[in-house]
């Protein structure tokens, strides 16, 4: 790390005071998640947190492309990558035929894994697409406020599915020589809410919430709907960032080539995606990313009293609230 200013020094001082005082779980590779104001983070997710709170400068045209893992992060920063680049690039020689989106798109609160400051992300030009795993309730008044125009477009996924893709993505990532995590361990901690940016149903609400409450500010997805209806989906998108296509861009039919481009087929079968590059620096490689794709392949993995259970909690946690994942 450089050397820091007073003011990063004061927001790591604060973060070295705070994580020995929070509650802590086992986690779901090595790690542990530490409660952060009611959810689940790693110190990383944390220490990113607090210095987005303290030293981050949002701007009006900034673009947040939020998830929970294993929701559709892979995807959606795909597909808003090439819809606010699609005249910068020829489909046939895409910057994601050669990359992975973790590649294009900045991970906000990543930023501090360079020097440890905004400093990388404070140089980019505008517009800036930014990708985060933190809840909405998080983020600093300055980005929530209605009055700003800092967009978040957001994706969620049914819980089982999301569940199913975690456990697998959990024993990639888990060092030879550890036993793998059992399905039911996975399962018990998922219920308790103990996932990443978990519990998963209060991510999903506060952002549902917000896209209610500033329609214009947040853009909520389900994976479902976007597997469905692609097409109409990436058209919303694109009208959401004030960016609509137009009739010349219909007629040339740039939709289905960006639908075509971020498929599940054609992205898994890049060559930047295929190879397993995973090693002790770099535990995770691009080719994690890409699984099976579907919709509901759950029932593969869940025992029906899994399922059963999920849908009880689901049901409690989301009563009232006019959010269903069907
Ligand atoms: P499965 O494990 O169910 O296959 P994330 O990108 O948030 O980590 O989510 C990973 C999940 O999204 C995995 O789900 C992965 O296969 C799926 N995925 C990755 N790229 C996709 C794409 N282009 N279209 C649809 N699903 C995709």
Same mark, same amino acid.
Request: one cysteine or more.
């Given at each position: 790390?450089?050397?820091?200013?007073?003011?990063?020094?004061?927001?790591?001082?604060?973060?070295?005071?705070?994580?020995?005082?929070?509650?802590?779980?086992?986690?779901?590779?090595?790690? &542990?998640?530490?409660? $952060?104001?009611?959810?689940?983070? %790693?110190?990383?997710? /944390?220490?990113?947190?607090?210095?987005?709170?303290?030293? *981050?400068?949002?701007?009006?045209?900034?673009? /947040?492309?939020?998830?929970?893992?294993?929701?559709?992060?892979?995807?959606?920063?795909?597909?808003?990558?090439?819809?606010?680049?699609?005249?910068?690039?020829?489909?046939?020689?895409?910057?994601?035929?050669?990359?992975?989106?973790?590649?294009?798109?900045?991970?906000?609160?990543?930023?501090?894994?360079?020097?440890?400051?905004?400093?990388?992300? =404070?140089?980019?030009?505008?517009?800036?697409?930014? %990708?985060?795993?933190?809840?909405?309730?998080?983020?600093?008044?300055?980005?929530? =406020?209605?009055?700003?125009?800092?967009?978040?477009? $957001? /994706?969620?996924?049914?819980?089982?599915?999301?569940?199913?893709?975690?456990?697998?993505?959990?024993?990639?990532?888990?060092?030879?020589?550890?036993?793998?995590?059992?399905?039911?361990?996975?399962?018990?901690?998922?219920?308790?809410?103990?996932?990443?940016?978990?519990?998963?149903?209060?991510?999903?609400?506060?952002?549902?919430?917000? %896209?209610?409450?500033?329609?214009?500010?947040?853009?909520?997805?389900?994976?479902?709907?976007?597997?469905?209806?692609?097409?109409?989906?990436?058209?919303?998108?694109?009208? *959401?960032?004030?960016?609509?296509?137009?009739?010349?861009?219909?007629?040339?039919?740039?939709?289905?080539?960006?639908?075509?481009?971020?498929? *599940?087929?054609?992205?898994?079968?890049?060559?930047?995606?295929?190879?397993?590059?995973? %090693?002790?620096?770099?535990?995770?490689?691009?080719?994690?990313?890409?699984?099976?794709?579907?919709?509901?392949?759950?029932?593969?993995?869940?025992?029906? &009293?899994?399922?059963?259970?999920?849908? &009880? /909690?689901?049901?409690?946690?989301? &009563?009232?609230?006019?959010?269903?994942?069907?």
């Amino acid at each position: 790390r450089i050397k820091l200013d007073e003011g990063y020094q004061k927001t790591y001082k604060n973060v070295d005071e705070l994580l020995p005082t929070l509650p802590r779980s086992k986690g779901w590779w090595l790690d &542990q998640l530490l409660q $952060y104001q009611g959810f689940w983070l %790693s110190t990383y997710g /944390i220490r990113g947190s607090m210095l987005i709170d303290d030293h *981050f400068n949002p701007r009006p045209t900034d673009i /947040i492309i939020a998830t929970s893992p294993k929701c559709g992060t892979t995807w959606l920063r795909a597909l808003v990558f090439s819809i606010i680049n699609r005249n910068s690039f020829d489909f046939s020689d895409h910057p994601l035929r050669k990359a992975n989106p973790r590649d294009l798109v900045h991970f906000l609160e990543a930023h501090i894994r360079g020097d440890g400051s905004t400093a990388s992300i =404070d140089g980019l030009p505008s517009p800036r697409l930014l %990708s985060t795993h933190l809840p909405y309730a998080l983020f600093p008044e300055c980005m929530t =406020d209605d009055t700003l125009a800092c967009r978040f477009v $957001y /994706i969620c996924r049914d819980l089982k599915d999301v569940l199913a893709s975690k456990w697998h993505f959990a024993n990639k990532l888990r060092p030879k020589g550890v036993p793998p995590l059992s399905l039911e361990e996975a399962f018990d901690l998922f219920c308790k809410g103990v996932s990443h940016y978990g519990p998963f149903w209060d991510h999903v609400l506060g952002y549902w919430k917000a %896209s209610l409450e500033s329609p214009k500010k947040v853009l909520c997805l389900k994976y479902e709907d976007v597997k469905k209806e692609p097409l109409g989906c990436v058209r919303k998108v694109a009208n *959401f960032l004030g960016v609509p296509f137009t009739p010349e861009e219909e007629n040339k039919e740039i939709v289905e080539e960006i639908v075509k481009l971020c498929s *599940f087929e054609n992205m898994s079968n890049q060559d930047v995606n295929k190879s397993d590059t995973r %090693s002790q620096e770099k535990p995770i490689s691009n080719s994690d990313f890409f699984r099976k794709g579907e919709v509901g392949d759950w029932v593969n993995h869940l025992s029906p &009293q899994m399922s059963e259970i999920l849908d &009880q /909690i689901t049901e409690q946690k989301f &009563q009232g609230t006019g959010f269903s994942f069907h």
